[in-house]
T-cell receptor, first 118, second 112 residues
Framework: QVQRQQWGAGVLKPSETLSLTCAVYGGSSSHYFWTWIRQSPGKGLDWIGEINRSGSTNYNPSLKSRVTISLRTSKNEFALKLSSVTAADTAIYYCAAFDKGAYYFEYWGPGTLITVSP | QSALTQPPSASGSPGQSVTISCTGTNNDVGGYNFVSWYQHHPDKAPKLIIYEVNKRPSGVPSRFSGSKSGNTASLTVSGLQAEDEADYYC????????????FGGGTKLTVL
């Protein structure tokens, strides 16, 4: 079974950079696309972007100019950076393992609440 | 506004059955059998309960079932139990975005 943990600073000021890391270990994790998803207060889920084991990335066009997802294969970790945050970026951020064969998120991280406040 | 439409709430008494709908278009739900459902308890990681419309991952109770008709997919929870109270989200493969899936807005299931 794939285990995952995620961590990062929980409170940011406007214009700062959000930084989160997700660690994945156990199971057959090499075939997944590793994904970041967020849920703003009182709203649904938004897809942020993904990265595969080769380091190929794909981003939501609405966030593309501010998002970077990177891989640290030696540590089985992948990271999210979101620059120039505003209050609209306040959300719970999840990492998830996406199976591109059948298009579902097989595993999710526990989520990290990020609050952007002056 | 989410791409897939779910009712914001649903409810039922213990032992009853409840069905949650997820409506999309021919470009997602109606065109492909790649609908999945997730159960999300507060402060926990979302959990996959249905994939490919009606398949259950190992360990998911058979009380959870999925189906699809046209552009609408459905999740049915039979024999409701207190622990089924949670938010439920649907997703579907889509051929109209530069990313693969679209999400429903979520349905809060209350066990009365």
């Amino acid at each position: 079974q794939v285990q995952r943990q995620q961590w990062g600073a929980g409170v940011l000021k406007p214009s700062e950079t959000l930084s989160l890391t997700c660690a994945v270990y156990g199971g057959s994790s090499s075939h997944y696309f590793w994904t970041w998803i967020r849920q703003s207060p009182g709203k649904g889920l938004d897809w942020i972007g993904e990265i595969n084991r080769s380091g190929s990335t794909n981003y939501n066009p609405s966030l593309k100019s501010r998002v970077t997802i990177s891989l640290r294969t030696s540590k089985n970790e992948f990271a999210l950076k979101l620059s120039s945050v505003t209050a609209a970026d306040t959300a719970i951020y999840y990492c998830a393992a996406f199976d591109k064969g059948a298009y579902y998120f097989e595993y999710w991280g526990p989520g990290t609440l990020i609050t952007v406040s002056p | 506004q989410s791409a897939l439409t779910q009712p914001p709430s649903a409810s039922g008494s213990p032992g009853q059955s409840v069905t949650i709908s997820c409506t999309g278009t021919n470009n997602d739900v109606g065109g492909y059998n790649f609908v999945s459902w997730y159960q999300h308890h507060p402060d926990k990681a979302p959990k996959l309960i249905i994939y490919e419309v009606n398949k259950r991952p190992s360990g998911v109770p058979s009380r959870f079932s999925g189906s699809k008709s046209g552009n609408t997919a459905s999740l049915t929870v039979s024999g409701l139990q207190a622990e089924d109270e949670a938010d439920y989200y649907c997703t579907s493969y889509t051929d109209t975005h530069n990313f693969d899936v679209v999400f429903g807005g979520g349905t809060k299931l209350t066990v009365l």
